[in-house]
């Protein structure tokens, strides 16, 4: 297995809280969690197209946008309620709370993306072993809930 594959999920993982706590900081002085969404996502903007410009990655490319499904627009969607959930989410459920309950609607998700192979990922077969991993996912929510 690569490993430096796992190291940037791992630290991929680690931003999503890093990024949710900094939002919800953000909204305190904005009053707005969509506005917080808005400007995270327009910060992002500006670095993405800053690091296609500095890679040399032509834009020309972006023309085959155009022959894209339609699903294709709704990953910019999902983003978009994913930072505004988590800035709603985060002041009232706790930082530890809230990345349990997405990590756990992660969860609930990819079992059948898997199995299925939704979207075209690569089909990886439902096993007891992966749904006792998504029942332990659940019961950590659930310690982590009552305490």
């Not at 890093?18 to 939002?23: E, K």
């Not at 990819?110 to 979207?119: K, N, V």
Request: with cysteine; aromatic share 10%.
């Amino acid at each position: 297995m690569p490993w430096i594959y796992i190291l940037i999920a791992l630290i991929a993982g680690t931003m999503m809280p890093t990024q949710g706590a900094i939002n919800t900081k953000l909204t305190t002085f904005v009053h707005s969690p969509v506005l917080t969404a808005f400007f995270s996502f327009a910060v992002g903007l500006v670095a993405l197209f800053i690091y296609i410009l500095a890679s040399g990655t032509p834009l020309s490319q972006l023309s085959g946008v155009k022959n894209a499904p339609p699903i294709s627009w709704v990953g910019g969607l999902c983003g978009a309620f994913f930072v505004t959930a988590v800035v709603l989410c985060l002041p009232r459920l706790g930082l530890v709370l809230t990345f349990s309950i997405l990590i756990l609607g992660q969860m609930l998700i990819t079992i059948p993306f898997d199995h299925f192979g939704i979207l075209g990922v690569p089909i990886r077969q439902v096993n007891l072993p992966r749904l006792f991993g998504v029942i332990l996912v659940i019961l950590g929510v659930l310690l982590i809930r009552r305490f």
